[in-house]
């Protein structure tokens, strides 16, 4: 087990650009995290609060990929 793995109780590694490239632009890469996060369970936000945040913060015309890059990262989390 290598150092991260130990400081970690679960290491997920994710192609964050490519994900979101996929969602429709590569900008949308701290949302793919966000994703990721909130797809880990870990902290007591529910998925609605993330998705709001991101709602009310992305610019418009980035908002849809912003949520589709966020729903990438959410179902990587939750598939690995």
């Known amino acids: ?3 991260l793995e130990a400081a ?5 590694a ?3 650009v490519a994900l979101a ?4 632009t ?7 995290l ?3 996060l909130a797809g880990l369970d870990r902290l007591p936000i529910p998925r609605d609060c993330w998705l709001d ?4 913060r992305a610019p418009a015309k980035y908002r849809d990929a912003n949520l589709s890059a966020f729903d ?4 990587r989390a939750r598939t690995t």
């Not at 970690?8 to 997920?12: G, L, P, W």
């Not at 590569?26 to 793919?32: D, I, L, P, R, S």
């Open 53 to 56: 945040a991101l709602r009310s």
């Open 26 to 32: 590569a900008k949308a890469v701290g949302a793919v």
């Open 34 to 36: 966000i994703g990721v």
């Open 72 to 75: 990438a990262g959410f179902e």
């Open 1 to 3: 087990m290598g150092p």
């Open 21 to 24: 490239a996929h969602a429709g």
């Open 8 to 12: 970690a109780s679960r290491v997920i």
């Open 14 to 16: 994710v192609d964050a």
